[in-house]
């Protein structure tokens, strides 16, 4: 089909550039002349004809149009038929232009109806891409939460969703799996898609426990400002993994950079004033410094209540 179509277009091109080549015209004769145009005119459009009746019939993408259950494409297709029709009827009617119109619109229809009726193996290989990039995501996340689970005490409210969301990934990878060893990776991803925003979400309800955490009540500032540290950690350690499982842009990161720097200048400067015996001032300078800890992770795409 491809060297047909060449043949074509080199025809036309042949067709196109003739009169350039042609000899100059007797001016005594101008009605054999105009006639040869016109014939010129009429051989071209004709080619074009044979070429979009080609493709119509020929090309695998409107082959693959033909079998879709997509509306949009069915209808782009009895289009682009209903306007080839057209043209060959005005060209039989001898109105070159019209036909040439029509056939051009054709041609746009075919390159739509292709951009809509993709090739199955391409599609196929940019989905089991995609599955592998989501299925690396999901396995992080899986990670993250196993790696948490060893530092949470038994009787910490944190370990039931911690639990949960380990179960949940569990089941759905293994569902994911299934579908993609059957090659159907669009359901594949979905799954994992789901197994990956769930845990982002539970990172969230986390992090709102994490804030709860200020009702405590201390019986020393020594005793408040200890526990304002281990809160700042916490959400210190949430950066590289927020970098890792949201995959933020450049720009986004940077930005993000800055509130972390910020943060750790805070720090600094609490644990100086604590050093100094002065840790109800610590405390609120370590507070702040965790702010800006959580504004780097909301620029990164994760949720961090107030």
């Given amino acids: 089909?491809?060297?047909?179509?060449?043949?074509?277009?080199?025809?036309?091109?042949?067709?196109?550039?003739?009169?350039?080549?042609?000899?100059?015209?007797?001016?005594?004769?101008?009605?054999?002349?105009?006639?040869?145009?016109?014939?010129?005119?009429?051989?071209?459009?004709?080619q074009k004809l044979q070429l979009v009746k080609m493709l119509l019939s020929q090309a695998t993408a409107i082959e693959r149009a033909a079998g879709s259950d997509d509306p949009a494409i069915n209808q782009q297709s009895a289009a682009a038929l209903a306007l080839y029709a057209k043209a060959n009827s005005a060209f039989n009617e001898g109105d070159m232009a019209e036909a040439e119109k029509l056939l051009d619109e054709v041609l746009r229809l075919i390159t739509d109806i292709s951009r809509l009726a993709p090739d199955p193996a391409k599609v196929e290989a940019e989905q089991r891409a995609r599955y592998a990039e989501v299925l690396e995501n999901v396995r992080g996340i899986q990670i993250t939460y196993q790696e948490m689970r060893k530092d949470i005490?038994?009787?910490?409210?944190?370990?039931?969703?911690?639990?949960?969301?380990?179960?949940?990934?569990?089941?759905?990878?293994?569902q994911a799996q299934a579908h993609a060893?059957?090659?159907?990776?669009?359901?594949?991803?979905?799954?994992?898609?789901?197994?990956?925003?769930?845990?982002?979400?539970?990172?969230?309800?986390?992090?709102?426990?994490?804030?709860?955490?200020?009702?405590?009540?201390?019986?020393?500032?020594?005793?408040?400002?200890?526990?304002?540290?281990?809160?700042?950690?916490?959400?210190?350690?949430?950066?590289?993994?927020?970098?890792?499982?949201?995959?933020?842009?450049?720009?986004?990161?940077?930005?993000?950079?800055?509130?972390?720097?910020?943060?750790?200048?805070?720090?600094?400067?609490?644990?100086?004033?604590?050093?100094?015996?002065?840790?109800?001032?610590?405390?609120?300078?370590?507070q702040e410094a965790t702010k800006r800890l959580q504004t780097a992770l909301r620029t990164l795409g994760l949720t961090v209540p107030e």
Avoid: W
């Fill in 1 to 46: 089909m491809t060297g047909r179509a060449a043949a074509l277009y080199f025809t036309l091109l042949s067709l196109a550039v003739a009169p350039l080549h042609a000899e100059p015209q007797v001016p005594a004769a101008p009605p054999v002349a105009a006639g040869a145009a016109k014939q010129s005119s009429r051989e071209v459009i004709q």
């Fill in 153 to 174: 005490s038994p009787g910490d409210k944190q370990l039931s969703v911690i639990d949960a969301n380990l179960e949940r990934t569990s089941v759905l990878l293994n």
């Fill in 181 to 286: 060893k059957g090659n159907r990776y669009k359901e594949a991803i979905f799954l994992l898609d789901n197994a990956y925003t769930a845990g982002v979400s539970d990172l969230n309800i986390l992090m709102g426990s994490a804030v709860k955490s200020y009702e405590l009540k201390f019986n020393s500032p020594v005793e408040e400002f200890a526990h304002e540290v281990t809160r700042y950690h916490s959400y210190e350690e949430l950066i590289p993994i927020a970098y890792a499982e949201l995959k933020p842009g450049e720009g986004n990161i940077k930005l993000s950079e800055s509130y972390v720097q910020e943060s750790r200048n805070g720090r600094d400067t609490a644990l100086k004033q604590a050093a100094g015996g002065d840790h109800q001032t610590a405390i609120g300078t370590l």
